[in-house]
């Protein structure tokens, strides 16, 4: 069965400082890998997702992630954050499983955006 | 268009009480999922619908909890006999296809069992 692990709980940084959130994965094969966000009282929306091809992905709002298989990692990444980038990231691994792809959350990353 | 969307947005009720808690995915999607956040954790997967296929149920915590949907529209999550420990966030998302694993979510009911 495949996990993630988000080993940062809570993050903070300087509106305009760089960010990288981790997280690593555990799968047998080739993993499905995704970035959500929660951002307050608001549900889970998709920043970026991997299946196959280039290992650095964009995403939307700036975001971008890079697939590093010998580290299984899936680091979420921007160069310059936004107060409104304040929110829960959720980094999830999809895997093919009874027919469908199921797929399994982290328990994300709190970041905190400070003036 | 129109994304998922789930009601009651807020629910509390007494325990012992069972809840029904309803999804509307988007139109055309065949998947859907129901997933369960607690406070300060990580989802929770509860159980998945695609199209007329047997649901996968492996996530349901006990037997107190169920779910239906029809064809490809509306689920409901029934949570009979609440417990303390169901107060959480429920979660549904819908997917236009088997093996994305890309899922739209909805706003989410939040329940407290007193």
């Known amino acids: 069965a495949q996990s993630v692990t988000q080993p940062d709980i809570h993050i903070t940084v300087s509106e305009g400082a760089s960010l990288e959130l981790r997280c690593n994965y555990s799968y047998g094969a080739t993993p499905y890998l995704f970035w959500y966000v929660q951002s307050p009282g608001q549900g889970l929306q998709l920043l970026l997702k991997?299946?196959?091809?280039?290992?650095l992905v964009q995403g939307i709002k700036g975001f971008e992630a890079e697939f590093k298989r010998s580290q299984s990692s899936f680091n979420l990444r921007k160069p310059s954050v936004h107060w409104s980038d304040a929110a829960e990231y959720f980094c999830?691994?999809?895997?093919?499983?009874?027919?469908?792809?199921?797929?399994?959350f982290g328990i994300g990353t709190k970041l905190q955006v400070i003036p | 268009g129109a994304g998922v969307s789930q009601s009651p947005s807020n629910k509390v009720t007494e325990k012992g009480k069972d809840v029904e808690l309803r999804c509307d995915p988007i139109s055309g999607h065949t998947a859907l999922y129901w997933y369960r956040q607690r406070l300060g954790q990580g989802l929770e997967f509860l159980i998945y619908?695609?199209?007329?296929?047997?649901?996968?149920k492996s996530g349901l915590p006990s037997d107190r909890f169920s779910a239906e949907r029809t064809g490809e529209s509306v689920s409901t999550l029934t949570i009979q006999r609440t417990q303390q420990e169901d107060s959480a966030v429920y979660l549904c998302?819908?997917?236009?296809?088997?093996?994305?694993?890309?899922?739209?979510f909805g706003p989410g009911t939040r329940l407290t069992v007193t």
């Open positions: 991997y299946f196959s091809g280039d290992t």
């Open positions: 999830a691994v999809g895997a093919n499983s009874g027919g469908y792809q199921k797929v399994t």
């Open positions: 998302a819908s997917s236009s296809a088997r093996f994305s694993g890309e899922q739209y």
């Open positions: 619908f695609q199209g007329n296929s047997a649901p996968d």
